[in-house]
């Protein structure tokens, strides 16, 4: 009896890492498209911090 009720533990701990697993895979594609936004904003940021030193350096005639 013992080892049945270790079967059905084990059996019902490999089912909620399979629906926790399932959770994440439909949460991921539902927000896949905004994990993209970080990056790209980052990229932005920093596209335009350069420009606005280049043109202050300009300004300066440095």
Known sequence: MNLKERIARIDRAQEE???FS???HA???RNARW???FPIG???AGAAL???GMACA???GT
């Open 35 to 37: 994990i993209w936004l």
């Open 58 to 60: 300009k300004l300066l």
């Open 27 to 29: 949460f991921a594609a």
């Open 22 to 24: 399932a959770e994440h």
């Open 50 to 52: 350069f420009g606005a």
């Open 17 to 19: 890492t399979r629906n």
């Open 42 to 44: 980052g990229m932005v």
